[in-house]
């Protein structure tokens, strides 16, 4: 399933992010609200429990999510959706996946994994800003799965056909989440409008 969610205060603060001369400070502060906004979409289906609760004025049943939920940024760009969905879900654990594009190949380079025990029983959510040729996604989602994850979103803010076919060709199970979809991959396999190299502008690197 592919859901892009196409909201006007989400394509609003998109577009900062999406301005040259937008600096990191903004891009960052850009990128954690989008996140958040996010959450509310991409935790549509979760499971609840009805739980007895006692208001001022009388008992009733009311719902708490009943999976654990956790959260796995794809260093680096990935780490700056984190804040804004851990605020919404404050109980969420966190892993992360070290995995950077080999600038001449275009494949997608492991470097780091760790992630907590619940990846195995719980909702994982996949973050990372881009969705280009999918490679880097893809690779993400089989090592979660290698460590025991069943239940898989991957929730992006960008992403082009390519990488969307890839992800749903190699892993039909999983959910995409996207914020916009973009029109195409240069020569470079960097996305056209884009918003240019996410890790470099949310880092302040080059
Ligand atoms: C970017 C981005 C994704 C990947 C997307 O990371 O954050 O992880 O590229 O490209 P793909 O869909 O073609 O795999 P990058 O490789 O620039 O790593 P970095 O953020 O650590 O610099
Ligand atoms: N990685 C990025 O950071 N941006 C792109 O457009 C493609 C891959």
Known sequence: MLTILNHPLINHKLTTMRNKDTGTKDFRENLDEIAGLMAYEITRDLDTVPVEVETPICKTTGQQLSKKVVLIPILRAGLGMVDGIHAMIPNAKIGHIGMYRDETTKRPCEYYAKFPEEIKDGTVFILDPMLATGGSASAAISIVKKAGAKTIKLICLVGVDTGINKVQQDHPD????????????NENCYIVPGLGDAGDRLFGTK
């Not at 959910?175 to 973009?182: G, P």
């Open 174 to 185: 999983v959910d995409i989440y996207l914020a916009a979809k973009d029109d195409h991959l």
